[in-house]
């Protein structure tokens, strides 16, 4: 097996994802824009992509990841919004879409129009949380659009699945395929609710933040082959027990959570950017693959399905955000302030990605009876236009538009005070807590260890407070960055020294690395807050 095109598309993707950092254009158009440049390029590696790859071994870890890094309470909270996009949004894209294109297209039967609709149907909202960071949006709307993307493609999957049993010859009614649906839905939470706790309570007990890790590496896997097994939805299995663990993530050790987070940042990056180079890639094989179609033809229609795929967002959103208010005074008292700029924004947001090539890919060539499927190169034509019609006209627009609209970002100065009042509570808890284990004869301590721990909360409970303080007139600092740029200093100074005495044979290489680990660990629980958010 020739892994050097692998390498190659890792180390590339990397780098265009690093580069991308340094400007404007959010890294996964970038990624599409340079693999659809190298597409052509002579020497280049064939890179098909394989849906038997990208289902079960890619999806899995970035829908864990983000599940891991979503708020359980605030999709919760946003449950009904986020149920109304990833089901019925989902749902109605494929019939709608699909209603078009078999109107569209000559003798596409619409069952084959379906397929399609259910290709394209669900958003990728990789892209879109990563501009919505960028641009601070308000917190609901991202978890809005991160709640759309962590359960729409299990609806994609098994609308897709009914539609193509109906193509293929096995002759499913609509009591079938709702019975499909709700045995892939409940089927995968069941499973990721039977997962979850015995998962978390297995991760509790390993003592070894390595084997720990290498359990949290494998439980996305786990969860999605276990539902899949008993053909239910492996992408909410995965789900479920990624916000589950996530939520009660404070409870495992905390070497286990700091390399845990290394972890998962460096897959979600990799998996990423290799992601969105991939689906720039695939535009030799499309075309080769276009059969019959001319290319005129072809790029009708893939307008008329591209302008159908965003029209029908909008369609379903704004109805789906003001009906149930007009309907409902409980949903209007508690989901107040809610203007036409958010469905705007939502409706733009709804760029596909590399789920819907992945399932397009997977269509099989021929029906049971041995036919051809009917315009399956087509279909794969359409899925790839929309996709990198989606990604780069809404995706470079979207910060423009959001900009435009005037919408209201974050507040980082209500949002520290808020961080300071916690931590001021959490600290006199602490220091509660401190003076009543000192009361005992057994945690007695010298003077200047006692006052040592209380410097330590003392420098916790000012340190957010410091953030809201004046700003350095030379420097632009904040006395908090001021400090930590100075702690930062120390630690590298005290680096320095460990590494000469190691080059100076007064302490061994062991010994270096024990000094290093314990540095490392001060500095990132002094500075983990200014790590950079995983992925693109």
Do not use: C
């Not at 919760?76 to 749902?91: F, H, K, Q, T």
């Not at 899949?228 to 995965?238: I, K, M, R, W, Y």
């Not at 974050?410 to 916690?422: G, S, V």
């Amino acid at each position: 097996m020739d892994v050097l095109p692998l390498l190659m598309l890792v180390a590339g993707s990397a780098a265009v994802a690093g580069a991308a950092r340094r400007t404007p254009v959010p890294a996964p158009l970038l990624l599409v824009a340079v693999g659809l440049m190298l597409s052509f390029v002579p020497g280049v590696p064939d890179y098909t992509l394989d849906p038997h790859i990208v289902l079960p071994l890619v999806l899995p870890p970035l829908l864990h990841t983000a599940a891991l890094d979503s708020s359980y309470l605030d999709l919760r909270a946003n449950l009904r919004p986020i149920a109304l996009l990833s089901v019925g949004y989902v749902l109605f894209a494929t019939v709608s879409v699909g209603w078009i294109a078999h109107l569209l297209v000559p003798d596409l039967p619409l069952t084959a129009a379906l397929v399609l609709g259910a290709v394209v149907a669900p958003p990728d909202a990789v892209a879109a949380t990563a501009i919505a960071r960028r641009l601070g949006l308000p917190s609901r709307l991202t978890t809005i659009l991160q709640g759309e993307s962590l359960v729409n493609d299990a609806t994609a999957i098994t609308a897709y699945r009914v539609a193509l049993a109906a193509v293929v010859g096995e002759g499913v009614t609509f009591l079938h395929g709702a019975g499909e649906f709700l045995l892939a839905a409940v089927g995968g939470v069941g499973v990721g609710l039977v997962l979850m706790v015995p998962l978390h309570w297995l991760r509790r007990r390993l003592t070894d933040p390595l084997l720990q890790n290498t359990l949290s590496l494998l439980i996305p896997f786990v969860a999605y082959s276990a539902a899949e097994q008993v053909e239910a939805s492996g992408v909410l299995a995965v789900v479920v027990v990624g916000l589950y663990l996530g939520h009660h993530a404070w409870q495992v050790d905390f070497a286990t959570r700091l390399q845990e987070a290394a972890v998962w940042r460096m897959i979600a990056f990799i998996l990423e950017s290799a992601v969105f180079a991939l689906i720039g890639l695939q535009l030799r094989v499309v075309l080769q693959g276009l059969g019959p179609y001319g290319s005129a033809e072809a790029a009708w229609y893939a307008v008329i399905v591209f302008l159908a795929v965003v029209l029908m967002r909008f369609v379903w959103v704004f109805p789906a955000t003001f009906l149930p208010r007009k309907l409902f005074r409980r949903i209007r008292a508690r989901e107040p302030g809610v203007t036409w700029t958010t469905p705007v924004v939502v409706g733009w947001a709804g760029m596909r990605g590399v789920v819907s090539l992945a399932i397009a890919f997977s269509i099989p060539p021929t029906t049971h009876g041995g036919e051809e499927f009917p315009a399956r190169n087509l279909i794969l034509f359409l899925t790839f236009t929309t996709v990198i019609g989606t990604l780069v006209v809404q995706g470079l627009t979207l910060p423009a538009l959001i900009r435009r609209l005037g919408v209201p970002g974050r507040d980082p100065q209500a949002e520290t005070l808020l961080e300071a009042q916690a931590q001021a509570e959490a600290s006199q808890s602490a220091e509660t807590r401190l003076d009543e284990l000192l009361a005992a004869e057994r945690n007695a301590l010298p003077p200047p260890l006692v006052d040592r721990l209380r410097h330590v909360l003392e420098r916790r409970r000012n340190a957010v407070w410091e953030r809201l303080g004046a700003v350095n007139e030379v420097t632009g600092e904040s006395v908090d960055d001021t400090y930590r740029r100075l702690a930062r200093e120390m630690i590298e100074a005290e680096r320095k020294v460990f590494v000469d005495l190691r080059d100076q044979r007064r302490i061994d290489d062991e010994m270096l690395r024990r000094l290093l680990r314990r540095l490392d660990l001060e500095e990132a629980a002094a500075f983990r807050e200014e790590a950079p958010e995983g992925g693109l």
